[in-house]
């Protein structure tokens, strides 16, 4: 499958714990995108990414949340003392370098606080 | 403020009774139009890129077109395997130009 891959699909964290969803890009693709979709909502912007370096994250929290996309290995959303609204679903996308503006999202990992 | 609004939230067709779905969006300097479709429990799926008034892309029983102040996803003759929810998204030109703007999407239910 050479879509964009996302893990955990699922993942239940207690108020107070961190939160760590991965996202490995589409084969040659070396940008990648964060959005959350909270119930109710659309999808919304979080920040982009391409190897080693954040390009914008004006749609991150300005607390807790976090993103990086290594030189090696799959990007990652890091949330840290996650609250009761942070429960949402978080798509991933990856675009070729030169076809930013299509961009291919992932499964998403559902996000549960309790 | 919305900036992408589709219309309506949800819509029940009959299979085969074709309609159409509604993106208006209120920015300037629109960069490009886009369509995906979204099942339960899974990411959006990408379906057209429109970039200027007066552009249309087909896919099967879709059918994309695009104005200065909307843009309408035409169904044709559509199928249960069909239902799903259709979002919009926009880019504009400039700063920021990659993000994708959504729209709550359309719900589509068809019914056999």
């Known amino acids: 499958n050479a879509g964009v891959m996302q893990n955990p699909r699922h993942l239940v964290r207690r108020r107070g714990q961190e939160a760590r969803l991965r996202c490995s890009p589409m084969k040659g693709h070396s940008h990648v995108y964060w959005y959350r979709q909270l119930p109710e909502e659309g999808l919304k912007f979080m920040v982009y990414l391409q190897k080693e370096n954040i390009i914008d994250e004006s749609g991150m929290p300005k607390e807790r949340f976090s993103a990086e996309f290594p030189k090696e290995g799959p990007s990652i959303l890091r949330i840290q003392q996650v609250v009761r609204g942070d429960s949402a679903a978080y798509f991933c996308?990856?675009?070729?370098?030169?076809?930013?503006?299509?961009?291919?999202f992932g499964p998403g990992t559902r996000l549960t606080v309790t | 403020e919305d900036q992408v609004t589709q219309s309506p939230e949800a819509l029940r067709l009959q299979e085969g009774e074709s309609s159409s779905l509604n993106c208006s969006y209120t920015v300037s300097g629109l960069r490009g139009l886009f369509w995906y479709r979204q099942d339960p429990g899974k990411g959006p799926e990408f379906l057209f890129t429109?970039?200027?008034a007066g552009e249309e892309k087909e896919k099967e029983r879709l059918k994309a077109t695009l104005t200065k102040k909307e843009s309408f996803l035409h169904i044709t003759a559509p199928k249960p395997e069909d239902s799903a929810t259709y979002l919009c998204?926009?880019?504009?030109?400039?700063?920021?130009?990659?993000?994708?703007?959504f729209g709550k999407g359309t719900k589509l239910s068809v019914i056999p």
């Open positions: 996308a990856s675009s070729a370098r030169d076809r930013a503006y299509e961009q291919y």
């Open positions: 998204a926009v880019q504009y030109s400039g700063a920021g130009s990659y993000q994708l703007t």
């Open positions: 429109l970039y200027s």
